[in-house]
């Protein structure tokens, strides 16, 4: 007995979280570097002194999505900037530069907004390109 009561009460509480996983599925937000391979875009989460990168978004289910993505560095927002998705389950495009130009290392996060709430977010690491890195210690 004790067994079905277990049973039921993990079944009621994956039948609870599924609309909430398929709501989080439903936005994407990245940052993006060139494929080595020349194939277009990949997820990137560390980019070098000197690299301009698309910051990306997408709606999986609607088009038109109006959202807002904002840079956080060190727990400060630093700059946000506003956008609409194209067609359904597309990326759409921002230059990370005219978000805001990192001057400082980091971890600098990108966070997505969509009627003011929080529904996506990508960290990216930023760093001084290695032969630079002893000019400036």
């Known amino acids: 007995m004790r067994t079905l009561r277990i049973a039921i009460v993990l079944a009621l509480a994956l039948a609870c979280a599924a ?3 398929a709501q989080a599925a439903r936005y994407h937000g990245r940052a993006a570097g060139n494929n080595p391979n020349g194939n277009g875009l990949i997820p990137k989460h560390t980019f070098v002194g000197g690299d301009d ?3 990306q978004f997408r ?3 609607a088009a038109g999505t109006r959202y807002r993505v904002c840079a956080w560095l060190h727990g ?3 700059a946000c900037r506003s956008g ?3 067609a ?3 990326w759409d495009t921002i230059v990370a530069s005219s978000i805001w130009n990192p001057d400082e290392r980091g971890r600098i996060i ?3 907004y969509v009627d003011g709430k929080r529904v996506a977010s990508w960290s990216v690491r930023f760093k001084v390109e290695p032969e630079f890195e ?3 210690a």
Do not use: C, K, L
């Open 88 to 90: 359904r389950n597309r």
């Open 84 to 86: 609409r998705t194209g």
């Open 134 to 136: 002893a000019w400036s």
């Open 19 to 21: 609309p909430a996983a």
């Open 76 to 78: 400060r927002r630093r």
């Open 53 to 55: 990168y698309p910051v």
């Open 110 to 112: 990108y966070r997505w």
């Open 59 to 61: 709606d999986s289910e």
